[in-house]
């Protein structure tokens, strides 16, 4: 591996980018972006001008320039940090956007950023100023594109507004709140303007919120429209929750809170004026008992009129979800022939770690998608069915054995009040990722998570402004994690060559006209493979975790490869997520050197919680906003706090709120609790020398805990 060879180079080339706080507006007015430069830009190519390249998502470009006997000579041409957006709780996931050599870019923080795209100078930027208290952000603060046009940038925050910045001065031309933070509600984009609209959905569907995408006018934000994805009373999936009129007043108003939130930037065809996009898990997450029904429009694809807002169709692709198998990565368009007919095609990943092909006119399958019997549990009002595509899982879909885990099952198992092993659950498959679909050779990149998960049902009542998933996850330590990258076949639906990795999954790709595909990896590489045969042609290791898809553009002389880095993936836990590094043929900049060693593994990630500290965040149910005083809960199979630093002789309490028996067993045999009683009983341990102690719960060995003694 090549490390530091120009090691001068780069401290001034990035050193030269990091001056702070500067604002200075482009010199020449820039280039708008019209209606008619979206409906006409099939695929991205000199310009990137809007997120996924084009309104079809796809993440192809036509650029060729770098191609597959080139690609081994990329280096880096600058790399630039944007001072935005560092520390532990954020993600750099944006997707870059170049307009005529400028690049427009959101941070985690929500701070918008204008580039000379030639050389990363700052030409302005915008500071959100969002409140830095908002603890019920799931999944880390991040934001996944801006959009532009009318002359304006537009982005949504994650305190529930929604702005407008002028594209030449990034001044804020206007600002609507669209819902309030405080009540579980933010943006997290991708985001997309239209035709005088711009199109966002609302996040938040583990907080109890009714989800929602939005049609805003471009010129003053207003509202236009609003779609929930929550069907209520006397609407189009109404009967697929129960009924507003149930005598259980928790039935009657779970709509209310029945999540289906959107992730991510929706994708449009002009010419049959739909406005496409996935949604998220139902709520409450992981407990279905009271709100027996299909649940719609959660784990769904959904069809709009993009002027209107008006219902067209949908696809549910996992029917009253269970697992948190939400569909946060973007739907895809493209065009493709299935027996011998030309169709209008669309397509999700899904966490379920399956293809979703559908038509795109009406919802209808491409290929054969088959309603098959699965396990049931009556205190889940589980489906009797579930959708399962023809074709290959992109991923292995059952858990692997655990030790203290009695109970392993596949996709569609059940569960109720013990600890089962699943694989997939609500964080394997395909995440946020976005896919690249390639028109050169129809063939779809798409990567998952192969890692076990744990859940039983805990369940607590709805409060506004907590957070609403009636779940138990007990850490599966040790259990290995993996995952894939994989090129699936349009047309068939089966896999045509995967990667495997020992550790967590990518976030994107993309595919160029140059016969290549490419992706960044949590360990830090930038790769390039044959799009074809897999073959890896070139990597370049950047320094820190990547969370973001790479993509392309041209100045007209030269294409450049630009990819945002940083955010905290896969262990590593930095404040340095912020950097933003261009690639060309000519470049000069060598690679950097690898980040620490990252997690292959599962391990206790909680960070530790200090005496004083709050055991949980003030939005966590049941013992949120609780200093540690020295008492860790056990309560419904976990330990509250899971993870305590404490000072050599201190005397730490285990306080059993459940109604069973529980220990705290060291791993290592040098302390016990013995039995707790329920209801209340307490025992405590003295610990007088140093060390790090792994514990768990001896009639319940998935009960585990560390203490941390210096």
């Known amino acids: 591996m090549r490390v530091l060879i120009r090691p001068l180079l780069l401290a001034l080339v990035a050193g030269a980018l990091m001056f702070p706080g500067s604002i200075s507006a482009q010199t020449a007015a820039p280039k708008t972006i019209s209606t008619q430069d979206l409906a006409q830009t099939k695929n991205g190519g000199n310009d990137w001008i809007t997120s996924g390249g084009a309104l079809n998502n796809q993440r192809y470009s036509t650029l060729n320039q770098i191609n597959t006997s080139n690609v081994s000579q990329l280096r880096g041409v600058w790399m630039t940090r944007l001072g935005s957006g560092r520390g532990s709780k954020y993600r750099f996931e944006a997707d870059p956007l170049v307009v005529n050599g400028v690049m427009y870019i959101p941070t985690g923080n929500d701070d918008v ?34 959009a532009v046009g009318e002359g304006k940038v537009f982005t949504g925050l994650l305190d529930g507004s929604f702005v407008a910045l002028d594209q030449q ?30 199109f966002t959905g609302i996040s938040g569907a583990e907080n109890g919120i009714r989800g929602r995408v939005y049609g805003l006018d471009a010129k003053d934000g207003h509202e236009v429209w609003r779609f929930y994805t929550v069907a209520g009373p006397g609407e189009v999936g109404a009967d697929s929750w ?53 649940n719609l429009f959660a784990a769904s694809i959904v069809a709009i009129d993009y002027k209107t807002g008006q219902y067209k169709w949908h696809f549910q692709e996992v029917h009253h979800d269970i697992w948190d198998f939400d569909a946060p990565s973007p739907v895809v368009l493209f065009d493709q022939t299935y027996n011998g007919v030309p169709k209008k095609g669309l397509y999700e990943a899904g966490k379920t770690g399956w293809l979703y092909l559908l038509d795109r006119t009406n919802g209808q399958p491409l290929i054969g998608i088959n309603e098959t019997p699965v396990e049931q549990e009556p205190r889940q009002a589980t489906a009797a069915t579930q959708p399962i595509p023809v074709g290959d899982p992109y991923m292995n879909q059952c858990g692997d054995p655990v030790p203290g885990f009695p109970i392993t099952k596949c996709i569609y198992g059940t569960f109720w009040d013990q600890p089962v092993v699943f694989h997939p659950l609500g964080g394997g498959g395909t995440e946020w990722s976005p896919t690249a679909y390639s028109p050169q050779n129809g063939l779809i990149y798409v990567t998952a998570a192969e890692q076990d998960g744990t859940l039983a049902v805990r369940q607590l009542p709805f409060v506004l402004g907590k957070t609403y998933t009636r779940s138990v996850s007990p850490t599966p330590l040790g259990a290995p994690i993996n995952s894939t990258y994989t090129a699936m ?15 967590g999954q990518s976030y994107g790709s993309l595919a160029t006209a140059g016969g290549l595909v490419l992706r960044g990896k949590v360990d830090g590489n930038l790769v390039a493979y044959d799009a ?14 990547v969370s973001a898809p790479p993509m392309t553009w041209s100045d007209g002389k030269d294409q450049f490869i630009t990819l945002a880095v940083g955010g905290n993936r896969a262990g590593l836990i930095t404040t340095d997520g912020d950097q933003v590094w261009t690639f060309s043929l000519n470049g000069l900049v060598d690679q950097m050197e690898a980040p620490g060693p990252i997690q292959s593994k599962i391990d206790l990630s909680a960070i530790p919680v200090k005496l004083g500290q709050n055991i949980a965040t003030p939005q966590t149910p049941v013992y949120g906003g609780i200093p540690f005083d020295g008492t860790t809960f056990a309560y419904e199979y976990n330990f509250t706090p899971q993870v305590v630093q404490v000072p050599v002789g201190t005397t730490l309490t285990w306080k059993n709120d459940g109604a069973v028996i529980h220990t705290a067993t060291a791993a290592d045999g040098s302390w016990d609790t013995g039995d707790i009683s329920g209801g209340g009983g307490t025992a ?27």
């Open 113 to 146: 950023f204008a580039l000379d795209a030639k050389t990363g100078r700052k030409l302005w930027e915008w500071d959100s100023d969002i409140p830095q208290v908002n603890d019920l952000i799931c999944c880390g603060w991040d934001n996944r594109g801006v």
């Open 169 to 198: 001065t990034g001044k804020l031309l206007w600002r609507t709140q669209l819902e309030d933070y405080k009540d579980g509600f933010s943006l997290t984009g991708a985001y997309r303007y239209y035709d005088g609209l711009v």
């Open 242 to 294: 129960p009924s507003a009129t149930d005598p259980d007043p928790e039935k009657a108003a779970a709509y209310t809170h029945g999540g289906a939130t959107v992730w991510q930037g929706p994708a449009l065809d002009p010419e049959l004026g739909m406005l496409y996009f996935s949604t998220g898990n139902a709520g409450p997450d992981y407990d279905g008992s009271m709100r027996p029904g299909d």
């Open 489 to 503: 076949d349009s047309r068939t639906n089966k896999i045509v060559w995967q990667k495997h990795d020992n550790f």
């Open 532 to 545: 074809q045969s897999g073959d890896e042609l070139w990597s370049f290791q950047t320094g820190l975790p």
């Open 684 to 710: 405590t341990v003295t610990f007088d020398t140093a060390g790090t102690f792994t514990y768990n719960c001896t009639p319940h060995p998935w009960m585990i805990g560390r203490v941390i003694v210096q």
